[in-house]
């Protein structure tokens, strides 16, 4: 299901939008449309100058400000003390649509954090038992076949061609097939589960200001979005209970979780979140992996010869091209100080991933790839700690199979002249909406 014609023409103009390239701290604006454009211009800058960087008045208490943090280290201890610096927007975001989605009549949309992990230890608990034998480190090798099959079966489509519009048909819609198998919705569903997709992601494509906020107007159709998918999420738990498979929504039917049996309402909500984790981010990063693999032959030709090097591409990737640049998601409790900079409680953190990764303290020749670097895996994409991504086993396993496919079945791989401006989508998110490559058959 494409965009409403509302949506579209806001994304058009957004991705239209222009602004000066910075060269002094004055000029830096990571949030405006636009401005994804210069973020790597911009991060130098903060990297140099305040990499503690208020933005006045946008606080979560009055008189309160947030701060933009660049630097690798400093993100890194935030994500590690869950105690002083704890989420922000996810908290937020549950009042905001619990309270929407009860207007629109539907009941519950958030019981897994309710009522399955209510602390940080049964949220470890919830990842380590119920997500991660599907999507974690370990637990994701068991698609390893499936998704082989799904990027041949892509490829199939399209490598007769010569020529490929490589993120509407692989980039995106690989990690979207895999994510709807994992869980467990039907394959046939897939037009308008990825409509409810580009609904989970709505406010950080549309969203303005470092908090990602969405119109009133926007707010309740998004919920009303939320609720469909849910409902959705309810009907295929109801099918698992009565006919098992082997995906994530059968196995959370049969199994105990801190004593007792899943509720439909929270193996919905689980499945939900694995939803809007499996889509966007993967395919973004996929996207510039085959943009790096068309810009760089020389890569093509030392991962042919060495294979174990394609897991360090994929991390070199990851770091340079973080899905997720950055987020609004730590509230401060306490006063504190970070780099000589004070911040008072009630301020809130916007991490910027992206720039971390970029950090020129965290290893040599940050902006470049560098199949030989040293703990490549080293990058905040994923973030860290107790809130690190619990599906990047897939993300990761994916990318690996994408990239390999690649290479064994694609030849000459190139940018396709005349047709890529590189833009990339609006929001907080790194990914160009389109890549169009050539290449001949291997």
């Given at each position: 299901?494409?965009?409403?014609?509302?949506?579209?023409?806001?994304?058009?103009?957004?991705?239209?939008?222009?602004?000066?390239?910075?060269?002094?701290?004055?000029?830096?604006?990571?949030?405006?449309p636009?401005?994804?454009?210069?973020?790597?211009?911009?991060?130098?800058?903060?990297?140099k100058?305040?990499?503690?960087?208020?933005?006045?008045?946008?606080?979560?208490?009055?008189?309160?400000d947030?701060?933009?943090?660049?630097?690798?280290?400093?993100?890194?201890?935030?994500?590690?003390?869950?105690?002083?610096?704890?989420?922000?927007?996810?908290?937020?975001?549950?009042e905001?649509?619990?309270?929407?989605?009860?207007?629109?009549?539907i009941?519950?949309?958030?019981?897994?954090?309710?009522?399955?992990?209510?602390?940080?230890?049964?949220?470890k608990?919830?990842r380590?038992?119920?997500?991660?034998?599907?999507?974690?480190?370990?637990?994701?090798?068991?698609?390893?076949?499936?998704?082989?099959?799904?990027?041949?079966?892509?490829i199939?489509?399209?490598?007769?061609?010569?020529?490929v519009d490589?993120?509407s048909?692989?980039?995106?819609?690989?990690?979207?097939?895999?994510?709807?198998?994992?869980i467990?919705?039907?394959?046939?569903?897939?037009?308008?589960?990825?409509?409810?997709?580009?609904?989970?992601?709505?406010?950080?494509?549309?969203?303005?200001?470092?908090?990602?906020?969405?119109?009133?107007?926007?707010?309740k159709?998004?919920?009303?979005?939320?609720?469909?998918l849910?409902?959705y999420?309810?009907?295929?738990?109801?099918?698992?209970?009565?006919?098992?498979?082997?995906?994530?929504i059968?196995?959370?039917?049969?199994?105990?979780?801190?004593?007792?049996?899943?509720?439909?309402?929270?193996?919905?909500?689980?499945?939900?979140?694995?939803?809007?984790?499996g889509?966007?981010?993967?395919?973004?990063?996929?996207?510039?992996?085959?943009?790096?693999?068309?810009?760089?032959?020389?890569?093509?030709?030392?991962?042919?010869?060495?294979?174990?090097?394609?897991r360090?591409?994929?991390?070199?990737?990851?770091?340079?091209?973080?899905?997720?640049?950055?987020?609004?998601?730590?509230?401060?409790?306490?006063?504190?100080?970070?780099?000589?900079?004070?911040?008072?409680?009630?301020?809130?953190?916007?991490?910027r991933?992206?720039?971390?990764?970029?950090?020129?303290d965290?290893?040599?020749?940050?902006?470049?790839?560098?199949l030989?670097?040293?703990?490549?895996?080293?990058?905040?994409?994923?973030?860290?700690?107790?809130?690190?991504?619990?599906?990047?086993g897939?993300?990761?396993?994916?990318?690996?199979?994408?990239?390999?496919?690649?290479i064994?079945?694609?030849?000459?791989?190139?940018?396709?002249?005349?047709?890529?401006?590189?833009?990339?989508?609006?929001?907080?998110?790194?990914?160009?909406?389109?890549?169009?490559?050539?290449?001949?058959?291997?």
């Open positions: 299901m494409p965009l409403t014609a509302e949506q579209q023409k806001k994304q058009d103009e957004m991705m239209a939008a222009e602004i000066k390239c910075p060269v002094n701290l004055e000029e830096v604006d990571l949030f405006s636009g401005a994804q454009e210069h973020w790597f211009d911009a991060y130098r800058i903060l990297h100058e305040a990499p503690v960087h208020p933005i006045p008045g946008e606080g979560a208490l009055p008189g309160t947030a701060f933009i943090l660049s630097k690798y280290d400093d993100i890194a201890a935030v994500v590690r003390d869950p105690v002083q610096f704890p989420m922000y927007q996810a908290h937020i975001a549950i905001d649509a619990a309270k929407l989605v009860e207007e629109n009549g009941g519950a949309l958030v019981p897994p954090r309710d009522t399955v992990r209510p602390t940080l230890e049964l949220h608990k919830q380590l038992e119920l997500t991660g034998p599907w999507v974690g480190p370990e637990g994701a090798h068991r698609n390893t076949e499936m998704i082989t099959h799904q990027a041949n079966e892509l199939d489509g399209w490598i007769d061609r010569g020529e490589f993120v048909e692989f980039a995106a819609p690989l990690p979207q097939r895999v994510i709807t198998t994992v467990g919705f039907p394959l046939e569903d897939l037009e308008i589960t990825r409509h409810w997709a580009d609904a989970q992601v709505q406010r950080f494509v549309f969203g303005y200001s470092h908090k990602n906020l969405l119109t009133p107007e926007e707010e159709a998004n919920a009303a979005e939320l609720a469909d849910f409902a999420s309810l009907e295929q738990v109801a099918k698992a209970r009565k006919n098992p498979g082997d995906n994530l059968s196995d959370l039917t049969q199994v105990e979780f801190n004593g007792r049996s899943l509720t439909d309402e929270e193996i919905a909500g689980i499945a939900g979140q694995m939803h809007i984790g889509h966007d981010t993967t395919r973004y990063v996929i996207a510039a992996e085959g943009m790096l693999l068309a810009q760089h032959p020389e890569i093509v030709e030392e991962l042919r010869k060495d294979r174990s090097k394609i360090f591409f994929v991390e070199e990737a990851l770091r340079l091209f973080a899905p997720t640049q950055g987020l609004s998601t730590r509230l401060v409790i306490e006063d504190t100080e970070i780099r000589g900079v004070q911040i008072p409680r009630g301020s809130i953190l916007h991490l991933y992206g720039a971390a990764n970029r950090d020129p965290l290893c040599p020749n940050s902006e470049s790839i560098d030989e670097r040293k703990n490549p895996g080293r990058h905040l994409t994923f973030s860290m700690g107790p809130r690190v991504c619990p599906g990047a897939l993300s990761r396993l994916e990318q690996n199979i994408a990239v390999g496919t690649l064994d079945r694609l030849d000459e791989l190139a940018i396709a002249p005349n047709k890529n401006d590189f833009r990339n989508q609006p929001g907080i998110m790194l990914g160009m909406n389109e890549l169009h490559l050539t290449f001949k058959k291997r």
